[in-house]
């Protein structure tokens, strides 16, 4: 333990673990617009510049949908790039290239070619930013088969995460919870890691479970020490990837609370919530005590930053629903 | 069977390697320089004077007559610019705005080019053109309410023909150039202007927008801010050739002209929307010019460029470059430079009092405006919601 | 009646509507990629182009993303622009002006800009065509506030459906059941039609409710015939509206049948069936006697052609889920 | 305040002008001429005949060694080419087949430039490269898996650095340009090319290929095959200037060949990918050629151009030219000509044969190759599906 444990900063752990995928691997690349000199926007590519110079990491064009199709053709030729996308707003013009080339090339060359690409894209609300800034697209990828959709919530999972994302085959479109980057954590750069796409429970509980992933993860473990002031026992669980869904995991846990609350930053219609929500009812139908309920976002674009508080799920809005639940 | 090339196989020299000049008439050549190297309209040198060069005397032609009263109101533009873009950069600072985006050195470029639109011209910026929105007439203080966070757009982008700021980058080039189709569908004979930056031109959109307009014959002049940087990225990350040869490549002209210079841009930037008026269709303008701040208030420069660049380009600031012609040429004395003074700090003043005074959006807003003709679902949220709030007025009523 | 009720395909009748509307509104184009001399390559625009010249009815240039912003710029100068994707995969390269431009424009300028856009994309497989060529990525519309998502399911639909689609002030994404195009229908060119987001029943049953809508409806018909045969009565409904969905009228259904049975082509990981699963769990929690199943696409690429019908949700794999549903 | 254009404003005269060649040296200007008016680099003429024109030296230089055998063997790529590109056709009229898109007509470009191509570069198609699989040593019916819909690409891209056919217009030209990145950080000197039409040059990912590999300098040819047609949309529709013209705006050369000309393509495509080779960077080269046929077997041209348009190029056929060639110089006689009308036959036999046996695929393979590492989800329905299919097998075998 000791020497291999630190405590990182959750955007600071990426940057290690950025580090050491260049390291140990020399195909690895790492790509996108101001990553070099700047160390991105957000410093999670700080001084990698620096250390593995401008062919390793690479500042590009201001074009998403040549960043991704270059990474393509990098992939092809054995290199396996971890992209980076400004923010969450602006992954829409690299959309194409993910969902009809990425995603496909490996069924479409039956097996032959594999696209080992990562997309790394800060996501989500909560800083205070202007438009595009803030938004949780996840579920426009998880619709998509072929590409695989993570998300850490603290610094340990990202650190590790991102190493399994980079040593994955798969195209992983790797979400970053940004208003998480500055929160601590230990990380144990000698662990073994569990799989990657599997959920874990973060605290036990009884009368109803509470999923979650990304940012939205610390803020159930919040819910759930109020409601254990109010002497109700809530399971949390980080489901940390979103396709595929770790539905043994929540089928677990609902079969023993009877309830579910699904949180998430993104909208609620056709989100991520709908999946599990229906999923869950399919597998659990004679175990759920009350509906799947949940808590995202309004069927509205991100709304201006004075106003994110009403939009975002909150204490108050999730303890409402978990109050809703435990009513049935 | 083979049919293998004859010529000698050299090993590749560098991936970083020069642009060839090799070819022959039924080839394109890549004979332009880069950057700098590359001359530029310029009819105001640094210094102040008036340049007179004979190729571009059909731009000049465009400010012939231009009178001391024009040549002051040009100056009091960029200076109150300023003002109020200084302005906001420290209401930034003490947490008014969230961010602010400075416009400092480009004022001329841009009053210039907003200068010579016309009251029925239609513009399309990009998210720092304050600038030509005071061209435009658009009241500054309803630049920042997206800067502070209270909303995503407050202004009518049609009472002043100025569209609202797009911060996805290139998205309005393809807007303009919609809208211009239909201005000529119209039959009208106003044109188009389309703002963006150097980084931007590398998007697909603005080169689907290029060729839409040239295919379309559209009346939108492209004005392209090169600004040197993209947040950290300079041109060389962007762009093998200078900007403005761009448009060639789809069939129409490019001008490269002194960003600085409020004069040369105003008369290159009347040149474009008049060739487009006149259906001529469209052109790129590249104003070459310099962002003197940082990328926007969360950027820190020091990480990716140096102070003498800066400082090199301080030499030739566009404010500094036109008082000196005003003076040498006797066209303005102290009592404007005083009075302007006077008119920036009340400006900078109500800006500060309106956006101190500026309240924060109703928190129902989140349900408004996300149709026209309104969603089954946005009612029901807006409802839930409205449920929701009222369960806390009733327990703090209680 | 008589007069102005003809008997039309389904592609006519979208002919029909879009030379209806060319005709009383001088605003309204139609605009995309072959739409004018040849008629576009199912023959939807075909004599268009003929009739009213290429000012109103424009071939663009081959650039999705061109052809999008570029409407958009044409609606913002007071045009009312029909813009035709010539197939459901051909639909990215538009989707970045789609989701930031398009559905967010409305309400970034506070009410003060509107963009009737409608966004017309053959949509479906069953045709044998090449890849790119049968998706159903409605999900990916639905998701994004700002847009309506509708599919007609026939002829007079389409026909009216569009007309509205045409006079909303939001854009509207016009999915057209493309191997529903040459089936026939009665079209009555002066009905007065009813909302365009609003669900019918199209039979009536009590047993269970079948939901789809576009290209699954037919289908479901037919699964509520051979389900009659076993003495079975199934109620379908056909949704018309992805977004907003009629939660209502599916409501009323399953408060008569109790159980649901969501049917669409569109993979089911994320697709539609999971929101009304979701939704409709919450509202009917105690009137439904099995868990809402979903009939739909795997979470796979869209097959080759010779495999489709495995893919696609046909009669057996529908009543096997009514079967599944009735053993609860 | 007022500062408005001086110059004069006439009403715009229509949305079809021409573009103007207004401009000064800092402009660049708009002189080229619109299609067939821009010469071509032709080294053999409709009629067979060697062109020596000092102009095109450099690139004639690529091919002057050329041997008679070579001559013949490019004769036979074509023939052999047409002939398989015939039978798929009408396997697709039989039914056999449920889309064909013929490259009737495009020969030329094809083979002259896939010979080009060194074993070790790269070939990043479209759909209707069967030309130059057929160069690469791709068995031509594995090409007819995906237009049979037994599979979305039937070929390992490795196996002859060929990679799949890409039906989204333009993809596979940033493809291309990350795979010679990627090559030029391997300090490899193979070069990469990349094959798309007319249509594609509009879409904003080519555009972004153009400008990526103009700044990485990346070892990448862009092969524009103009055959004039885009479905129905001719060249018009599409740019207003010739395609080769592009490259120059973003910083590299652009050349437009003869695509009915299979000599000057092969010398062409050898000089461009030779300058990519020796650290030189992209080029553009646009193959002047002719769609003879419908788009795909489900077009029908009738309805958008006319058959006289068709005739004209029937003149300037690329495989009528070369034989006219050969047999003036003596290069081929009748048995080779015999022989080698025996073996188109036996081809068209072979992929008769091969297509008919082709088998439907598992059922299962819906649920393959979705992931390299797997997914639940997958397995999950993989399963269920199994089990389904179970269910039928239990009452049918009952
Ligand atoms: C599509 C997209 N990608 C990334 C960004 C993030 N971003 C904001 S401004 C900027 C740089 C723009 O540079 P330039 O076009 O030169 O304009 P400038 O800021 O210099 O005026 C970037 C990358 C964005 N807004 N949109
Ligand atoms: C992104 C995209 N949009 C539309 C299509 C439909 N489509 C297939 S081929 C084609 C025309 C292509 O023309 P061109 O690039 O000139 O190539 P050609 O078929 O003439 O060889 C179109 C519009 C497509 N395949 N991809
Ligand atoms: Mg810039
Ligand atoms: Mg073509």
């Known amino acids: 333990m000791s020497q291999t444990v630190k405590n990182l900063a959750l955007a600071k752990a990426i940057n290690e673990s950025l580090r050491r995928a260049l390291e140990t691997d020399p195909k690895v690349l790492v790509m996108g617009e101001d990553v070099g000199k700047l160390g991105g926007v957000f410093r999670v590519t700080d001084g990698l510049h620096k250390d593995f110079g401008e062919d390793r990491v690479i500042d590009t064009p201001l074009a998403e949908s040549g960043i991704v199709g270059t990474a393509i053709g990098l992939a092809l030729r054995g290199y396996r790039p971890v992209v980076e996308i400004q923010f969450d707003g602006f992954v829409f013009p690299a959309y194409d290239q993910i969902v009809t080339q990425l995603a496909k090339m490996h069924a479409r060359s039956l097996g032959r070619v594999k696209l080992p690409v990562v997309i790394r894209i800060p996501y989500g609300g909560g800083i205070g930013a202007v438009e595009h800034h803030s938004e949780s697209p996840e579920a426009l990828f998880a619709h998509v088969a072929g590409l695989k959709v993570v998300s850490p919530s603290n610094a340990s999972d990202a650190y590790w995460m991102l190493q399994q994302a980079i040593q994955s085959d798969d195209p992983v479109i790797f979400f970053e919870p940004k208003r998480r980057y500055w929160d601590k954590g230990e990380v144990d750069t000698e662990a073994i890691p569990g799989p990657l796409h599997t959920a874990r429970v973060v605290r036990e509980g009884t009368d109803l479970t509470l999923a979650a992933y990304g940012p939205m993860v610390k803020l159930c473990r919040e819910v759930a020490d109020a409601a254990a002031e109010e002497g109700r026992s809530l399971e949390v669980l980080d489901l940390r990837s979103v396709s595929p869904l770790d539905f043994d995991a929540v089928q677990a846990s609902v079969e023993k609370t009877g309830r579910l609350v699904v949180v998430h930053e993104a909208p609620v219609f056709f989100g991520s919530g709908a999946e599990i929500a229906a999923r869950i009812t399919e597998r659990c139908f004679y175990h759920l005590e009350a509906p799947v309920l949940r808590v995202g976002g309004y069927h509205a674009p991100y709304p201006p930053a004075r106003l994110e508080e009403e939009y975002l799920p909150d204490l108050d809005r999730v303890l409402d629903a978990v109050d809703r639940s435990l009513a049935y | ?398």
């Open chain 2, 1 to 398: 069977m083979t049919v293998e090339s004859t010529a000698a196989r050299k090993p590749r020299r560098s991936a970083g390697g020069k642009a060839s000049t090799t070819g022959t008439k039924r080839t394109t050549r890549t004979t332009a320089k880069k950057g700098s190297e590359t001359q530029l309209v310029q009819l105001l040198t640094p210094e102040g004077k008036r340049v007179k060069n004979a190729a571009d005397a059909e731009y000049a032609s465009y400010v012939d007559g231009i009178t001391a009263d024009e040549l002051r109101a040009l100056y009091r533009d960029m200076v109150l610019t300023r003002r109020f873009d200084a302005e906001a950069t420290s209401l930034q600072r003490q947490g008014e705005l969230g961010l602010w985006a400075s416009l400092l050195g480009q004022e001329a470029a841009q009053i210039g080019s907003g200068r010579a639109t016309r009251e029925d011209d239609y513009v399309f910026p990009t998210y720092r053109e304050h600038g030509v929105a005071w061209c435009r007439g658009v009241d500054p203080t309803n630049l920042l309410g997206m800067f502070r966070g209270v909303n995503n757009g407050g202004w009518d982008p049609n009472g002043n023909n100025f569209h609202l700021y797009t911060i996805v980058i290139g998205s309005q080039a393809l807007h303009a150039t919609g809208y211009a189709m239909g201005v000529a569908k119209d039959g009208a004979d106003s044109a188009v202007i389309a703002y963006f930056g150097d980084g931007a031109s590398s998007q697909g959109d603005v080169s689907e927008a290029f060729n839409f307009a040239a295919v379309y014959n559209a009346p939108v002049v492209f004005f392209c801010q090169n600004n040197q940087w993209a947040i950290s990225e300079s041109n060389e990350k962007q762009t093998r050739v200078p900007l403005y040869q761009r448009a060639q490549g789809f069939g129409f002209p490019g001008v490269r002209v002194d960003g600085n210079d409020v004069l040369a841009s105003l008369a290159v930037t009347r040149w474009a929307l008049d060739r487009a008026r006149r259906g001529e269709g469209p052109a790129l303008i590249e104003a070459f010019t310099y962002r003197m701040g940082a990328h926007t208030t969360s950027d820190d420069p020091s990480r990716y460029r140096h102070d003498d660049e800066r400082a090199a380009w301080e030499a030739k600031d566009p404010i500094l470059r036109l008082r000196r012609h005003l003076e040498a040429d006797g066209h303005a004395d102290e009592a404007f430079f005083g009075e302007l003074e006077a008119e920036s700090e009340a400006l900078g003043r109500r800006v500060r009092e309106v956006v101190r005074a500026m309240p924060d959006p109703d928190r129902f807003a989140v349900f408004e405006n996300v149709y026209a003709d309104g969603h089954a679902l946005v009612d029901e949220e807006r409802a839930q919601f409205a449920a929701y709030q009222a369960s806390f007025a009733d327990s703090e009523g209680v």
